[in-house]
Structure formats: C-alpha cells, structure tokens
C-alpha cells in the first residue's frame, strides 16, 4: 500500500505485536475516548461559536445594510452551507479513514477546523469591504465544514472501537459530550465578553475574542489527539490486510462509499435517519430559539446567551447521566427515552416559546435538551459504528451522517426562521419539526441491522435487546 509517511501504521500495528491485557486495553480506551472528548469539545467550541454568533452578531457585522429579516435568513443560510460542506468533508476523509487510521484524519480536521475559525475573528466587516466580507465568511464556512465532517463520526467511532465493552455506551458518548462541552464554553466566553464590553464595543471587536482564542485551544487539542492511541479494531483490519485476508482500502472516496453502500444499504439509510431527531432538535433549542429570543421576542442578547449556557450545560450532564444508563439497561431503551421525551416536549416546548417569558424558555429548553436530545445523542454512539464492517466503517458513518446533517439539520434553522416569517411570527411549525425528525430517528432505529456477534452481546451490557448478526472477523466487525 502506497500512502504518505505520515499516515502509513505505525510499527505497533504489526502483526507479532502481542495483545493487550484487560487492564491495559481499559486505561487504553478510557484515555482514548477523554482524548477524543477532549479534542471534540475544542473542535466544536470552533464549530459552535457560529450556532451562538449566529442570531447576535453575524447577520450585523456581515450582512448590514439589509433588512432584519433578510440578514437573518442570509446568516443562517451560512449556517447551512457549513453543512453542504460537511458531507464532501466526510466522505473525502471517510475513506482516508478507512485508509491510514482514525488518529490521523483526526489530527488534520482539528487543523482544519480550527485555522478556518481563527481567521472568522480576523476577517473585516461588509461595511469595511462590503461584498467580500460575506463571501470570505461563506470559504471559511466551507472549510469548516469540510473539517468537520470528519470530527464527530471519527471522535465516535474512534471511541467506539477502543472502548472496553462493560463501558462501551460511557465512553462512546464521550465523543457527544465533549461535543456539547466545546459549544457550552463558546456561550460562555460569548456571555462573558458580551457582559465585559458595551454593545457597540462587542459589536465592534469583544465578539471577535472567542474566535481567536481557537488558536489556543487548537493547539492544545493537537498536543492530545497526537497523544492517542490508534482503536484496537482499525489496528487488527491492517493486520488482515498485510495478511491478505482483506483488501486493501480504496483510494477513490466515491468508491469507497459506494462500498459500504453497497454492503448493506438498509443499514446505511438508517445511518441517515437515526441522527435526525438529536440534530434537528439541538439546532432547534440552539441556533433557531436565539434568534427567536433576540429577533421576535425582541428579548436582550444577554438573555439569549444565558439560555444558551443553561441548554449545552444541562445537556453536556444528562449526555453523561444517559451514557451510563446505556450500561445498564441497553442503547435501545435509552433511544426509546429520548425520542419520547422528544415528542412529548414538543408542542409544550413551543407554547413557551410563544409566551415570550425567558425563565419559562430556558427551563423548556432545559427539559427538551436534556430528555429530548441527550438520550438519543449518547445511544447513537454505540448504535451508529454497528451499522458498518471496521474496514469500511469511517466511509459508511461518515457519508450517511453528515449528509443527514446537509440535508436535514443544517437547513432547519433556515427553514425554521422561513416559515415562522411567513406564519406571521407564529412558531407552532417548529413542533412539527421536531416531531418528524424524531420519527425518522425511529425508523432508522427499526430499519437497521447492526453488525454485533454473539461474543459481542454476551459481554456487552450496553447491546440488551439486540440479536446477533454477524461473526466477528479478526474482531473487526
């Protein structure tokens, strides 16, 4: 196999390297889902500061001169083009995934994301460059997307794969939590600088505070992801590959996509499906009800920061609380929770919005985040990485996830904010939103057939309620 030195298995991988003990391959899991977690959260501090940026400053500073309405809809159509980035992002280093390694694809988004974010702080407003202003921040939208959409399916399955199976659903939903703990710090370095400065200094310069600190924590990110291990399961697919036994990744991302497509297309729609309700529903109580807050409400920026705060914060917990509860009464009962929760929430949900008094919108956002949300968002780590064999895993979760997020949950704050403007205002469409992404999370839920062996559920708590599917080959699934 010819690659770059870079990328190419390190020695460790080879195939004389004797196996490691239960010991050994537990602190090796537990460090490498914190160091996954870890550089989630600071990728996705990056990735999250637009979502919080999004309804308060970005449509005043790169699209002034427009109306209210028209600002608004432009800043979260650039929303949305991150998205339309994303699944190029994923299926490109989907296969170079599946290819030379999870660590190292890992490494370059994280260089990615966070350069491209970096330069967001430095880029002047429309009404210093007009025109080019919006459209320099729509390429570093596209970078950072293109990044991302290796960043949370990679954070996951790297996770997934070299988690211990007594705590496979713990340290699998790190990946989720150290994704919510990345957005959460972004709120609360936006609250803190918004409260620092007076609004026209923030406006002017005090938001471009957090986006430049992503070079720090960029650098710190690089320190720990370069520290982690390669997941033991990437590992024995190289092994078969120098042994023959499997072939050789392909090159070609098309191809290498079409591959896990083809492999089971049932169990890649349902790679599309199941993240649909925990996307759609975060976006929702995220992007679209900070812009409600600050725009229809006509509420303080402050307060919508606040709210912003109390959702990642409540959310980073119960994805914690939830990843546990995986260990001991099954994935699947957990997905049940939270997609109950979901639809159950919802029209409550968006009668408070409507009432416009924040302490009940923050406590309604609480509760739809953390029932509505984190269930499903923790679950879906061990569920998701299951749909797909190891040696094509990356090109399959990669490319079903991330297009879900371009076609479903990067235009719903758009859509949202459309049809609520031509409702006169009126949010009860964000219901019905919510309600039909949940259900397509639970007709991927049913259409799939994850790949588990009977090895595998006999000593994993977290698979109660699945059947055997597949044998386990070389223990890569």
């Known amino acids: 196999m010819t690659s770059e030195p870079s990328m190419t298995p390190s020695p460790q991988t080879a195939p004389s390297s004797p196996a490691p003990g239960p010991r050994r391959r537990a602190r090796s899991g537990t460090r490498t889902a914190v160091a996954a977690g870890v550089g989630t959260a600071i990728e996705w501090y990056d990735y999250g500061l637009y979502t919080v940026a999004a309804g308060l400053v970005i449509s005043k500073v790169f699209f002034s001169g427009q109306s209210a309405q028209v600002a608004l809809l432009a800043t979260f159509a650039a929303f949305a083009v991150g998205f339309v980035a994303r699944p190029v992002g994923g299926i490109v280093l989907g296969a170079a995934s599946d290819r030379f390694g999870r660590r190292p694809v890992l490494i370059f988004s994280l260089i990615l994301v966070g350069s491209s974010t970096t330069i967001v702080g430095l880029l002047p407003s429309s009404a210093a460059i007009g025109i080019w202003a919006p ?56 609250a803190v600088t918004s409260a620092v400065f007076s609004a026209e200094d923030f406006l002017s310069f005090g938001w471009r505070i957090p986006f430049l600190l992503s070079a720090v924590f960029t650098g710190i990110g690089l320190v720990l992801r370069r520290s982690m291990l390669e997941s033991p399961e990437f590992e024995e697919v190289q092994h078969e590959r120098q042994r023959g036994e499997l072939a050789q990744a392909h090159r070609n991302p098309l191809v290498a996509m079409a591959k896990a497509v083809k ?92 009432a416009g008094a924040i302490v009940p919108i923050i406590i309604a956002s609480v509760a739809l985040n953390a029932f509505g949300w984190a269930g499903v968002a923790a679950a879906h780590t061990v569920l998701m990485p299951a749909l797909f064999r190891a040696e094509y895993r990356s090109s399959g ?42 259900l397509m999370t639970l007709a991927g839920i049913f259409l799939g057939r994850p790949l588990f062996s009977a090895e595998e559920l006999a000593e994993t708590p977290a698979l109660k309620g699945y059947a055997a599917t597949a044998t386990a080959v070389g223990g890569a699934r």
């Open 397 to 438: 979760l990669f490319s079903s996830r991330e297009l879900q997020g371009a076609l479903i949950a990067g235009p719903t704050p758009l859509l949202a904010a459309f049809l609520v403007g031509q409702l006169g205002g009126e949010p009860w469409i964000v219901a019905g939103i919510l309600a039909a992404a949940q």
């Open 135 to 190: 459209l320099l921040l729509l390429l570093m939208r596209v970078t950072q997307g293109f990044g991302a959409g290796a960043e949370m399916a990679g954070a996951i399955i790297i996770a997934n794969e070299s988690a211990t199976p007594g705590r496979k659903s713990y340290l699998s939903s790190l990946a989720m939590a150290g994704a919510t703990f990345g957005v959460l710090t972004a709120s609360v370095l936006f």
């Open 263 to 354: 492999a089971s297309p049932r169990n890649w729609v349902a790679g599309f499906l199941v993240p649909s309700g925990l996307n759609v529903t975060s976006y929702i109580t995220s992007a679209f009800a900070i812009s409600y807050i600050s725009g229809a409400l006509r509420l303080p920026g402050s307060y919508a920061l606040l709210m912003s705060c109390a959702v990642f914060g409540s959310g980073f917990l119960a994805l914690l609380v939830f990843g546990r509860l995986g260990d001991t009464i099954g994935v699947r009962r957990v997905m049940f929770i939270g997609i109950a929760g979901a639809l159950l929430l919802a029209v409550p949900y968006v009668a408070i919005l409507k």
